[in-house]
């Protein structure tokens, strides 16, 4: 089946304009989760989505970022104000379960996001 | 906090050479410890996974893990690499508890294989 895709692929900004990043899910999957990849970080956890249950944001940078995910599929991974150190790949992943120690995470492509 | 550690961050081997990541864990009570791939251009791609059981796991593509507990460690290894091995590789760790479903990454180990 299809895989967990993001759009666009590759995203140049301007400081200081806002961006949004999107995600689609494998289809089933209940947990939706978003890392970035970025020089000399290597990969960090950003958000996590479970069902209806309130997000885990205890990885979000700062308050410029934000996430959604609407009707427990498409995610949305908002950056407002950008700045150059937002410039990073982001990932989205997706997973059965939640909550549960063995559940393996399907990573998308990712979207590269320069920010000038 | 949990934390997961690789040793080596650029790796150069020649086609038909051995290969050994290291990877340490820190402790942090029960963890499911994964290596990820991710090939030029290609998005992370599971290699194998470690929950319980045989601490030897067999992955994808002729790697295999050895989980010792004792030494924190989870090296991956394949007995002779082939130039389609050049790639990035990750260790990741699940921890149990508050945030269990969060991967922690190591920074990544480059390998290049020479053909």
């Known amino acids: 089946g299809a895989g967990v895709s993001q759009s666009p692929s590759n995203k140049v900004t301007e400081k200081g304009k806002d961006v949004e990043l999107r995600c689609d899910p494998i289809?089933?999957?209940?947990?939706l989760y978003w890392y970035r990849q970025s020089l000399g970080q290597g990969l960090e956890f950003l958000i996590y989505?479970?069902?209806?249950?309130?997000?885990?944001k205890s990885g979000l940078p700062s308050d410029r970022f934000s996430a959604e995910r609407t009707g427990g599929s498409v995610s949305t991974l908002t950056i407002q104000r950008t700045q150059q150190e937002d410039s990073a790949v982001y990932l989205c992943?997706?997973?059965?379960?939640?909550?549960?120690?063995?559940?393996?995470?399907?990573f998308g492509p990712g979207t590269r996001l320069t920010v000038l | 906090a949990q934390s997961v550690s690789q040793h080596n961050h650029h790796v150069i081997l020649s086609e038909a050479a051995s290969l050994e990541l290291g990877c340490n864990y820190s402790?942090?009570?029960?963890?499911?410890l994964f290596w990820y791939v991710q090939y030029p251009g290609q998005h992370l791609q599971l290699l194998l996974k470690?929950?319980?059981?045989?601490?030897l796991v067999k992955g994808i593509k002729g790697f295999e893990a050895e989980f010792i507990k004792s030494k924190f460690s989870f090296n991956l290894r394949k007995p002779s690499v082939q130039w389609s091995d050049t790639a990035e590789y990750f260790c990741?760790?699940?921890?149990?508890?508050?945030?269990?479903?969060?991967?922690?990454f190591g920074k990544g180990t480059k390998l290049s294989v020479i053909p």
């Open positions: 990741a760790g699940a921890y149990s508890g508050a945030g269990s479903y969060q991967l922690t």
């Open positions: 992943a997706s997973s059965h379960r939640s909550g549960r120690l063995n559940n393996e995470q399907f």
């Open positions: 289809s089933g999957h209940t947990a």
């Open positions: 989505f479970q069902g209806n249950s309130a997000p885990d």
């Open positions: 402790y942090g009570g029960t963890v499911n």
């Open positions: 470690y929950f319980s059981g045989d601490p």
